[in-house]
C-alpha cells in the first residue's frame, strides 16, 4: 500500500516546480463523456455506449500557514494564479512508486474556510487543459521518507 503522504501535488513557478504548502489531501479524478448507441447487444434494458470527450480535475485542501513558505506554493500563490486566470503546469509526484502524473490546467475553484478556533483552511480544484501525461521517475523508488512541515 502508499501512503497518501508519498504524494505531492506541485506547481510550476518561474520555471521551477513547487509542492503546494500545508496539503491534506491532493489526488486526481477522470471522467468521460458518453453518447448512448443502439447494437444488437440492446436487449432486456441493456444500454450500450461510446466514449467521447474526456476530462480530470485535480482536487486539493490544506491549511493556511502564514511564516515563510520558502520553496513552497501558499495559499496566497493559488489565489494570485487563480485570479490571473492563466493556465499553470502541475505534476502529482508519487515518492513511493516513481509515478509523475503531469499537465497543463487551470485553477478553477478556491475556497477559504475560518471557522472559531480551527485553523483556516482551504480547497481548491485544478481543471485539466488537454491530456495528463504519465512517466516512472525511477530516481524515487529507494525513497522512503518526505520531510513534511506539519502544523502545530
Known amino acids: ?21 500545508c496539503l491534506s489531501s491532493n489526488g486526481i ?4 463523456e458518453t453518447i448512448n448507441t443502439t447494437t444488437r447487444q440492446n436487449t432486456n434494458g441493456w444500454r450500450t455506449m461510446k466514449a467521447t470527450g474526456q476530462t480530470y ?17 501558499s ?6 494564479l487563480k485570479r490571473a486566470r492563466n493556465n499553470i503546469e502541475w505534476k502529482l509526484e508519487n515518492l513511493q512508486d516513481g509515478t509523475v502524473d503531469y499537465g497543463d490546467g487551470l485553477i478553477t475553484s478556491l475556497q477559504r474556510n475560518a471557522a472559531t478556533d480551527e485553523y483556516i483552511s482551504f480547497s481548491g ?4 487543459y488537454g491530456e495528463p501525461l504519465k512517466e516512472v521517475n525511477s530516481l524515487y523508488l529507494t525513497s522512503d521518507y518526505v520531510d513534511v512541515d506539519y502544523v502545530e
Open 1 to 21: 500500500m502508499i501512503n497518501g503522504l508519498y504524494e505531492i501535488l506541485m506547481i510550476k513557478i518561474s520555471g521551477t516546480f513547487f509542492p503546494i504548502g
Open 29 to 32: 479524478q477522470e471522467s468521460a
Open 57 to 73: 480535475s485535480l482536487p486539493f485542501d490544506g491549511l493556511i500557514k502564514y511564516s515563510d513558505l520558502t520553496n513552497l506554493v
Open 75 to 80: 495559499y496566497r500563490d493559488i489565489e494570485d
Open 125 to 128: 480544484t485544478i481543471e485539466g
